[in-house]
């Protein structure tokens, strides 16, 4: 059974600072992994998705890395903001669904 | 365009009631999910559509969970004689299933329906 664990669990940093959110898993025969935000009382924004046979995606001042063998994940926040606070989520991908992990919650303060 | 779109945002309901929660996805997205959130914990998978096969419903918490598909588009989850451990908020996505390929694309989700069982 696929189990998606994140580190840390919650995260407070200053403005500015450069981020690792780490996402790991169980089971390496994964078809995807997606990284999600979640802001308070709302649904959930994509952020990337990584097919199994890339490495990583980026998108603005966020980049994600897969490597499969290991089951591990990370994503990066370059010159962290206020408003990228939030509950960040990770999710390997089958066939037909996604699996989560239990999220990293994150304040970025000024 | 428009993204996907649940109702109502919020219900609450009586314990034993009967509740239906709406979901309308990305037109043209083939593939429908609904996941639930329950408080402190994690994203759970409940269901999953893709076009007119028929469902996955693998996760489903009891028999008194069931959905349906109409018209391959909008869909509709209804929870009999609901419990209070049933008070979670309800998600919903939808995604485009590309030919050819062995799982589906970036899953694109709902604000959610927020249930609350007295």
């Known amino acids: 059974k696929q189990e998606v664990t994140q580190i840390p669990a919650a995260l407070s940093v200053p403005e500015g600072e450069n981020l690792v959110l780490n996402c790991s898993f169980t089971?390496?025969?994964?078809?995807?992994l997606q990284w999600f935000r979640q802001d308070p009382g709302k649904g959930l924004t994509s952020l990337l998705l990584?097919?199994?046979?890339?490495r990583e995606q980026t998108s603005g001042r966020l980049n994600a890395s897969l490597d499969k063998s290991s089951g591990r994940s990370t994503l990066y926040i370059a010159a962290s903001q206020p408003g990228d606070s939030a509950t960040y989520l990770c999710?390997?991908?089958?066939?037909?669904?996604?699996?989560f992990g239990t999220g990293t919650r994150l304040q970025v303060f000024p | 365009g428009a993204g996907v779109s649940q109702s109502p945002s919020n219900k609450v309901t009586e314990k034993g009631k009967d509740v239906e929660l709406r979901c309308d996805p990305i037109?043209?997205?083939?593939?429908l999910y609904w996941y639930r959130q329950s408080l402190g914990q994690g994203l759970e998978f409940l269901i999953y559509?893709?076009?007119?096969?028929?469902?996955?419903k693998s996760g489903l918490p009891s028999d008194r969970f069931s959905a349906e598909r109409t018209g391959g588009s909008v869909s509709t989850l209804t929870i009999q004689r609901t419990q209070q451990e049933d008070s979670a908020v309800y998600l919903c996505?939808?995604?485009?299933?590309?030919?050819?390929?062995?799982?589906?694309?970036?899953?694109?989700f709902g604000p959610g329906t927020r249930l609350t069982v007295l």
């Open positions: 559509f893709q076009g007119n096969s028929a469902p996955d």
């Open positions: 990584i097919q199994s046979s890339q």
């Open positions: 037109s043209g997205h083939t593939a």
């Open positions: 089971d390496s025969a994964i078809y995807n």
């Open positions: 999710a390997v991908g089958g066939t037909d669904k996604l699996i």
């Open positions: 996505a939808s995604s485009l299933f590309l030919a050819g390929a062995f799982s589906t694309d970036t899953q694109y």
